[in-house]
């Protein structure tokens, strides 16, 4: 019973995470200065995420690809730990 729990927790922690990044990278579309302050609180939330992926991927002129390295990324760790479990 407490593996389904910290499994449960796993998978929910996980897909919040990839939730946060997509509402980012859907916010930045509509308020791409950042003024709205649930954008603020996204881009607080996220960037640590974000900015280690950034930094070791090549420039690119205007595509930030380190929204999408980062979902696969939290989808490959959440599979590994839902199977060590």
């Known amino acids: 019973m407490p593996s389904n729990f910290?499994?449960?927790?796993?998978?929910?922690?996980?897909?919040?995470?990839?939730l946060t990044i997509l509402g980012r990278v859907l916010l930045s579309w509509v308020d791409p200065m950042g003024n709205m302050r649930i954008t603020r609180v996204l881009h607080e939330l996220t960037e640590?995420?974000?900015?280690?992926?950034?930094?070791?991927?090549?420039?690119?002129?205007?595509?930030?690809?380190?929204?999408?390295?980062?979902?696969?990324?939290?989808q490959a760790i959440s599979l590994l730990i839902r199977s060590a479990l």
């Not at 449960?8 to 996980?14: A, Y």
């Not at 280690?52 to 696969?72: E, G, K």
């Open 6 to 18: 910290v499994e449960s927790f796993v998978v929910l922690l996980f897909e919040v995470l990839s």
């Open 48 to 74: 640590p995420m974000l900015a280690p992926i950034r930094s070791i991927l090549p420039a690119t002129s205007m595509f930030d690809f380190s929204p999408i390295i980062a979902m696969l990324l939290l």
